[in-house]
């Protein structure tokens, strides 16, 4: 999956009214490909499981996604094991 669109697919969540469950684990998706998820995240209400194990997600965009999910707590699960993250980033995941 390409950069480009990575980017719009995390886009694509902002109006997205019907998606539950995203699996774009294995894409190679960057921290900034991560802030672009978060973004998108911060308004969707109903996506309740995400899976972005094994992508190229590190410290800084774990960081995204943990404020995105502090400000929507529609999310049950999200998966980022085998992205790299520091230890005491761990208690969010």
């Given at each position: ?9 995390a886009n ?59 400000s ?17 980033q761990?208690?969010?995941?």
């Amino acid at each position: 999956m390409s950069y480009t669109y990575r980017c719009q697919s995390a886009n694509a969540l902002v109006n997205n009214t019907t998606l539950t469950t995203l699996d774009l684990s294995e894409n190679r998706i960057p921290d900034l490909g991560a802030q672009h998820i978060a973004n998108a995240l911060v308004n969707n209400n109903t996506l309740t499981t995400l899976n972005l194990r094994l992508n190229k997600i590190r410290d800084e965009g774990i960081q995204h996604l943990s404020n995105a999910l502090a400000s929507n707590t529609t999310r049950r699960t999200l998966d980022v094991c085998g992205n790299g993250i520091a230890k005491e980033q761990n208690g969010a995941t």
